[in-house]
């Protein structure tokens, strides 16, 4: 049965599969406790899985040059965090997401509490694959939540007293621009009950200017090179994932239009240089000498942002009715009552009803007490309409306002409206 809610899981939400790459670079870099995670977990050695499957044979021995890029781009963001974290020794480390890292090991060796946040089919796996490595250690917390879905991430967090470091990096890229919005007013939330402050890292390692620098005082600015590598990761990312990067006000609005968003969401925005954290010497750049000075004048420009709550504001009081799926399978139409927020952790339910069911040729869901879907939601739905012959016969009954904005705004409302 787990395996089967583990599969259902990883449908609902694929993007938990580009973490697993960043265990394996750091891993490479020569990362100890990287390491012994990744022996833990069995997702071997990322050079021995680079196959180039579908690259042509001309390209093939560049695509390896690139490797060293991602390895560096990889460990840089992984130990900047880390130093900016031990930096501020007072608080409580809550990472989102955690992914496969080795941070919570690292930060429980130095006796910091630290709570690594991911979804669900990654805290599966990191959870016990620390314990091993470091076990019986109280202060490594690991919970399954949905960034959009406040009560999940505030739960775990309920008996802390002391202020939180919230750290974010390679998280905001997937979220469309109403569900950053759920983000940023639930972390508003969190931080305002306990105390803190936001460190964002996404920004700063963006597909735009400074992500091809890296790669370009890497590869001594090789052009085609530094092209390259831009084309492969766009594409190999958004293959793995199976989502749309980007698409926000982060990663597409002018430096004012972000600015001015951040403020609207309640926050106050500080840049702190990346440069000032950066290791002495970083592992994977050791068969590279020549190109360490390039990549640190890169970081000199490059900054974490760190968001306080600005101001005061009465805590959001609305009602979330729990989620729960009732659903029967008669005379091959497929019909399920859908209460609450439809999500990553939730999403996997409706799905896995919906798959017991048999030669389903129609499908109708009432979703008048629908709260909210996410992304993850969404392409439940999305596979339920596209497994029906007669697209006709997909229903939704009773949809309010709110998930109809939602459909319209992410463009699924041509699909399934």
């Known amino acids: 049965m787990m395996d089967n809610i583990q599969e259902l ?96 090991i690292k930060m429980s060796r130095q006796g910091r509490v630290y709570y690594g946040f991911d979804l669900p089919a990654v805290i599966d796996e990191i959870g016990p694959a620390a314990a091993k490595i470091h076990s019986g250690d109280q202060n490594i917390h690991y919970d399954a939540v949905d960034a959009t879905n406040y009560d999940s991430m505030a739960a775990p967090l309920e008996d802390e007293k002391r202020e939180l470091l919230i750290t974010t990096e390679g998280l905001l890229m997937y979220f469309s621009q109403q569900e950053l919005e759920e983000v940023f007013s639930n972390i508003r939330r969190i931080l305002q009950k306990h105390g803190g402050s936001w460190i964002i890292v996404d920004r700063a390692f963006s597909f735009y200017a400074n992500d091809q620098k890296l790669a370009g005082a890497i590869l001594d600015n090789d052009p085609e090179m530094v092209a390259l590598f831009s084309a492969i990761t766009k594409k190999a990312a958004g293959a793995v994932a199976d989502v749309k990067f980007y698409d926000n006000i982060i990663f597409q609005g002018t430096d004012e239009e972000i600015t001015t968003f951040i403020e609207k969401m309640g926050f106050e925005l500080k840049e702190i240089s990346m440069a000032d954290y950066l290791p002495d010497h970083l592992k994977a750049l050791s068969s590279m ?98 497994s029906l012959e007669n697209k006709d016969q997909f229903k939704l009954v009773g949809m309010t306002d709110s998930v109809k904005e939602i459909m319209e705004v992410t463009g699924f409302d041509q699909f399934l409206l």
């Open 9 to 104: 899981r990883e449908i609902v939400n694929p993007v938990f599969n580009t973490a697993k790459s960043c265990v394996q670079l750091v891993a490479a870099a020569g990362d100890e406790d990287s390491r012994k995670l990744l022996g833990v977990l069995g997702f071997g050695n990322i050079a021995d899985k680079a196959d180039n499957k579908g690259v042509p044979p001309q390209l093939a021995e560049k695509v390896k040059q690139l490797f060293p890029v991602y390895a560096v781009l990889t460990e840089s963001r992984f130990q900047v965090v880390n130093n900016l974290i031990q930096s501020v020794s007072d608080r409580i480390v809550v990472d989102l997401p955690c992914g496969y890292t080795a941070r919570g």
């Open 289 to 386: 000498p020549q190109a360490e000075a390039r990549v640190k004048d890169v970081f000199r420009n490059m900054y974490f942002w760190e968001l306080t709550v600005k101001g005061k504001r009465e805590e959001e009081t609305e009602k979330v009715l729990p989620f729960r799926v009732e659903s029967e399978c008669k005379d091959g139409k497929f019909t399920a009552m859908i209460q609450g927020r439809m999500d990553t952790i939730t999403a996997p339910e409706l799905l896995e009803q919906f798959r017991k069911a048999d030669k389903v040729k129609a499908i109708e869901l009432h979703i008048e007490k629908m709260s909210y879907i996410s992304s993850a939601g969404l392409r439940v739905l999305l596979m339920m309409y596209k």
